[in-house]
């Protein structure tokens, strides 16, 4: 399995461009979760979605930011205008919410992409 | 509201030597603990999780977790260090009745002198 693909791996925009991050998570799985991580505020869980639903984005900074998934195998991030304090790594993770398995309710594994490095000038 | 502490920001182990990463947690519920490990440059790999049953957890690389209801802790341990398990470590909970969502700690920087 190639495990959860993000593009770019490395973004550097000036400020005021519109920023596209793009995510592929794990075939079969489905929730899928956007992080940012910085070093003043660590790893926040910004949106996430099952079954391409999105469930809570109570961590989504503000209106410039939004993302999408329209279908299982792919999720957009968008921040449009982008401003110098998102840059950040952001990352992307799936996993396979199944609420029964064996009999028993599973307790799934997110699975990280490697990020994408963004710097808004 | 769930919420995970990692009181150290850095631990210095020479190699061979225990090595502990502490993790207490706060939740309203059962929860289910995890552990990930990040190098340089790359995304967050997992290492172990607590559900139920065990209290003793073992995962990744020689890597083992303990999970102590009274204390409210999931402290890392592994037995002799290498250098290569230097690395950002998180420690994370989930609560059902949440979501799916994860609550991260701060992260602990481990370093692992030769």
């Known amino acids: 399995d190639a495990g959860v693909i993000q593009s770019p791996r490395h973004e550097v925009t000036e400020m005021g461009q519109e920023v596209t991050l793009r995510c592929k998570p794990i075939?079969?799985?489905?929730?899928l979760f956007w992080y940012r991580q910085t070093m003043m505020r660590g790893l926040e869980l910004l949106i996430y979605?099952?079954?391409?639903?999105?469930?809570?984005d109570s961590g989504m900074p503000e209106d410039r930011f939004s993302a999408k998934m329209p279908n299982a195998s792919f999720s957009t991030l968008k921040i449009q205008p982008s401003e110098p304090r998102d840059s950040a790594v952001y990352f992307c993770?799936?996993?396979?919410?199944?609420?029964?398995?064996?009999?028993?309710?599973?307790?799934?594994?997110?699975?990280f992409g490697p990020g994408t490095r963004l710097l808004v000038l | 509201a769930q919420s995970v502490a990692q009181p150290e920001d850095q631990v210095n182990v020479a190699e061979g030597n225990p090595l502990t990463v502490k993790c207490t947690y706060s939740?309203?519920?059962?929860?289910?603990l995890f552990w990930y490990v990040q190098y340089p440059n790359r995304g967050l790999q997992f290492l172990l999780k607590?559900?139920?049953?065990?209290?003793l957890v073992k995962g990744s690389y020689g890597f083992e977790a303990e999970f102590n209801k009274s204390q409210t802790s999931f402290h890392l341990k592994k037995p002799s260090a290498l250098v290569s398990d230097s690395a950002l470590y998180f420690c994370?909970?989930?609560?059902?009745?949440?979501?799916?969502?994860?609550?991260f700690g701060g992260g602990t920087r481990v370093l692992v002198k030769p």
């Open positions: 993770a799936s996993s396979l919410r199944n609420r029964w398995l064996s009999g028993r309710r599973s307790q799934e594994t997110q699975y």
């Open positions: 607590y559900i139920t049953g065990d209290n």
């Open positions: 979605f099952n079954n391409n639903v999105p469930i809570d």
């Open positions: 994370a909970v989930r609560v059902t009745a949440a979501g799916n969502k994860l609550t």
């Open positions: 075939s079969g799985h489905n929730s």
């Open positions: 939740v309203s519920g059962n929860p289910y």
